[in-house]
């Protein structure tokens, strides 16, 4: 009976949305809760700041309002809460009127797939929400390129080819200065017009007012533009017209979305931590890594709607918190890793690791009531498929405690667009508060940066050492190209060995050993 009486103190439930946190396998006893009083009061009046538009992304100079687009008599004033709106009533309408065939493609055809070109936070969440949410109702079949691979383009081509005509292209970049982006565009651009079709009669952009891409859509007189706001991040605009656009179009219940979403904010409002989600989720973080970096984060949810959710979670929680300074410029090196499969595929995985492995991790398992639409049929114990997942389910956590492992469990009662949005805004929420608790700027990306500029010198070098061939006239080695135009002679042998398996100006003399091979330019 003490254990009954402990799991029932640990368990958060709201009426209201059916959401549910078992939060006992977190060890966040009622003397962690008093320690970490003061901490958490002030990690919370953060968030209260933040949501009355303090520029809380000190970096950047930028208010943090992805919770304003869920609610938007929150945004901090009435022009803000305009746009919000009016952007929402453009999405509807937009949607509307191509479900309707009253905007029509290039050559008079009703709209029914969607190309949508984007990268990273402009791809994630619409990709995992479109996943969870598919049905055979769908009014449109939406396709991703969210990779400059040519091969992965190519697929999406194929598949629509035969509709090209009846779909439409959803390009999503707020400084449209995206590299990935700006190519999955180009291809895109080509092949309609490889295919006889002018690509701006079939193409509306998410951009930032002024971009390049936002010039580039005007001047070319594309269908339409939506707004893109620089206090929205990439990894939280999911419910930002990036999101909303493609998945209205999909004929998702977006009211439903955002209600979830902002029901879900408002429980995480409550500065009584106990009936804070959010709070508590962020606490648990908080013990297992004690305010250090270096723990993952494992995200297991048994339901096949959501396996992608883990994937969506490692750019939101990951890009958020892996941060090299705090907020006073110390190096700090925080992080919280992400990694996730789905139940009961984990059990033929990783969990072996996770049972019997080092004391690294913590589980937080998604827990789905609703197994589908209608009944289902005993397949075998007097039992169906759906008993034998949640029961899967619960072994793999009785399993993992019994090994002094920590978990938690987050349930809603089935998966649709109110519950999905509850599910994001949860963890937004407690990446916030955690951000908070380690004092560190949780919006801002600087590592990220640093690839791309170091791509786009690559690439200079690339062209340079093409142009070198041709002037040499000759075949030359690695380190004799690097010497001709002044890079590392690795960086001039895995672009000629790039150049030379895809230009067909370029070939390889293969030596012996490979790093002495020769390139040619033809």
């Not at 039992?383 to 002094?404: C, I, P, R, V, W």
């Not at 791509?455 to 340079?464: D, M, R, S, V, Y």
């Not at 895809?502 to 390139?519: H, K």
Request: hydrophobic share 40%; charged share 25%; net charge negative.
């Amino acid at each position: 009976m003490a254990n009954w009486e402990a799991f029932k103190n640990t368990i958060f439930y709201s009426e209201k949305t059916g959401f549910m946190l078992d939060y006992g396998g977190m060890g966040l006893d009622e003397t962690y809760l008093a320690a970490m009083g003061d901490k958490i009061a002030a990690a919370l009046d953060g968030m209260d700041r933040l949501d009355a538009g303090e520029v809380v992304n000190v970096d950047e100079k930028r208010m943090v309002g992805h919770y304003w687009l869920r609610n938007s008599s929150k945004a901090p004033t009435a022009e803000l809460k305009a746009e919000i709106d009016g952007c929402l009533a453009r999405v509807k309408a937009f949607s509307a009127a191509v479900h309707e065939g009253r905007i029509l493609s290039g050559t008079g055809k009703k709209f029914k797939n969607v190309i949508v070109a984007g990268i990273g936070g402009s791809s994630l969440g619409p990709v995992f929400v479109d996943k969870a949410l598919a049905t055979a109702d769908d009014k449109m079949k939406l396709y991703f390129l969210d990779n400059t691979d040519p091969d992965g383009m190519d697929g999406v081509f194929s598949a629509v080819l035969p509709e090209l005509d009846e779909t439409l292209t959803v390009v999503i970049s707020k400084s449209g200065g995206t590299i990935e982006t700006r190519n999955c565009q180009e291809e895109a651009k080509a092949f309609y017009r490889k295919n006889g079709l002018d690509f701006s009669r079939f193409a509306v952009c998410v951009t930032g007012t002024g971009s390049k891409l936002y010039n580039t859509a005007k001047s070319e007189g594309w269908i339409d533009i939506f707004p893109m706001w620089d206090w929205v991040g990439g990894r939280t605009s999911v419910m930002s017209a990036v999101g909303l656009l493609p998945l209205s179009l999909k004929g998702l219940d977006i009211d439903s979305f955002l209600r979830g979403a902002a029901d879900m904010d408002e429980l995480n409002r409550n500065h009584n931590v106990i009936e804070n989600p959010a709070a508590i989720a962020s606490l648990g973080w908080y013990k297992c890594s004690g305010g250090q970096g270096g723990e993952t984060m494992v995200v297991l949810p048994y339901k096949d709607r959501l396996d992608l959710f883990a994937k969506y979670l490692q750019q939101l929680v990951m890009e958020s918190l892996g941060k090299e300074l705090d907020l006073e410029g110390r190096l700090v090196k925080q992080g919280l890793a992400v990694l996730g499969n789905k139940g009961t595929s984990d059990q033929h995985s990783y969990v072996q690791q996770l049972v019997g492995g080092p004391d690294n991790i913590f589980v937080t398992f998604v827990q789905v009531l609703k197994d589908r639409e209608g009944c289902s049929a005993a397949v075998g114990e007097d039992s169906t498929s759906g008993d034998y997942l949640n029961a899967f389910m619960l072994g793999t956590k009785k399993a993992l405690e019994s090994h002094g492992k920590r978990t938690m469990t987050m349930t809603v009662p089935s998966v649709d667009a109110y519950n999905v949005g509850q599910l994001i805004a949860i963890f937004e929420r407690s990446v916030g508060i955690y951000a908070n608790l380690i004092g560190i700027n949780a919006y801002h990306q600087p590592a990220v940066e640093f690839g791309k500029k170091a791509a786009g010198g690559l690439i200079a070098t690339k062209n340079a050492a093409r142009e070198a061939l041709k002037k040499a006239g000759r075949a030359l080695t690695a380190p004799e190209i690097a010497a001709e135009i002044g890079c590392e002679p690795e960086d001039a042998f895995r672009l000629m060995l790039h150049l030379a398996a895809n230009d067909p100006g370029v070939e390889m003399e293969r030596a012996a050993d490979i790093a002495e091979s020769r390139f040619l330019a033809k």
